[in-house]
């Protein structure tokens, strides 16, 4: 008497005579991607019956060993849902990602995102159709985007990352009827983490953004923003998360909330490094020589740009027999 069998295949198989790629250990999302992620929340229509998410593709790169993969654009695809049929179109799909590959060359189809973040019937049919096509032979990134909770209160966007491994099950076997596993495309997702990452450039113009959000004008002065004010800023901002942070280990001393692990790491790895006590006029004479040094520099690299400017002009002037004596 035959059983069922199950088979699990391990995630990126191309072929089994070929070593396969090692799935992603990492997923990183660029701060302009995770913008054109959010902006899809608002594509979403609750009056359109034929969709139930927003879904699109995901581009970025691979690391050489395949453990990192970084997610740098995204777009939309149009598509239809209807009983337990879908319709993907394609061409949209295949046209955009050729565009935008003309800009950037080095971009790679490594996955597709979808405003919806619960695991359906419909998801492993839209991750067959990405690895089957773009992704092939590499297994691509299922990106989750969750900005609402159970009540349907708006809420910090939520990130969830996985991978798939393909799974097999004899034709018509019992096993299949009972879990349906051809109707999920036969797949199995399995969760990896993720993290959203930035430039200092972007890090500062999104705290100018978060002030301006917090005044009623909606405005922002830039022009008296000189080095020791942003000095002085920054410290201030620092001084405030330390006393949140201390508040916090208060009443996790006291028993009044429990307390985190990834917290009380991330204090230990702090507190090994210990900055070295400056006296606070050391810091601003410091602090003055080097404005000083800037301006000197700046000065000096003016005045060797006016002296080959008017060299310049003054050859203009002269024949090659009057520059020769």
Request: proline share 6%; charged share 20%.
């Amino acid at each position: 008497m035959s059983s069922p069998i199950l088979h699990i295949v391990k995630p990126n198989v191309a072929t089994p005579s070929t070593s396969a790629p090692v799935g992603p250990v990492k997923v990183l999302i660029q701060a302009p991607a995770l913008m054109q992620l959010i902006d899809a929340v608002y594509m979403d229509n609750e009056e359109d019956l034929t969709k139930s998410r927003t879904i699109g593709t995901l581009l970025g790169t691979r690391s050489d060993d395949g453990s990192e993969l970084e997610v740098k654009e995204c777009y939309i695809v149009p598509h239809k849902e209807e009983a337990e049929e879908l319709t993907i179109e394609e061409s949209h799909h295949i046209s955009t990602y050729q565009l935008l590959k003309r800009v950037n060359p080095e971009l790679l189809i490594v996955g597709w995102f979808s405003t919806n973040p619960v695991l359906d019937s419909f998801t492993g049919l839209f991750q067959e159709f990405y690895s089957k096509g773009s992704c092939f032979p590499h297994q691509p990134i299922h990106l989750t985007l969750q900005t609402k909770d159970d009540n349907g209160d708006i809420i910090s966007p939520i990130l969830k990352t996985y991978i798939s491994s393909p799974v097999g099950v004899p034709a018509n076997s019992n096993l299949a009827n009972q879990i349906g596993i051809d109707k999920i495309g036969s797949f199995a997702f399995t969760p990896v983490p993720n993290e959203v990452i930035y430039s200092k450039t972007e890090l500062t113009t999104l705290k100018y953004l978060n002030k301006g959000v917090q005044t009623e004008s909606r405005a922002v002065d830039l022009l008296g923003q000189d080095e020791l004010k942003q000095i002085s800023g920054s410290v201030a901002n620092v001084a405030s998360l330390l006393d949140t942070l201390q508040a916090y280990v208060q009443k996790v001393i006291k028993g009044e909330i429990e307390g985190d692990s990834n917290v009380g790491k991330r204090l230990l790895e702090t507190l090994n490094t210990q900055p070295s006590s400056i006296d606070p006029d050391q810091l601003h004479t410091m602090l003055q020589n080097h404005a000083d040094d800037a301006s000197l520099v700046e000065y000096l690299a003016s005045c060797v740009k006016q002296q080959l400017d008017l060299s310049a002009k003054l050859t203009n002037f002269m024949t090659p027999e009057e520059s020769a004596k």
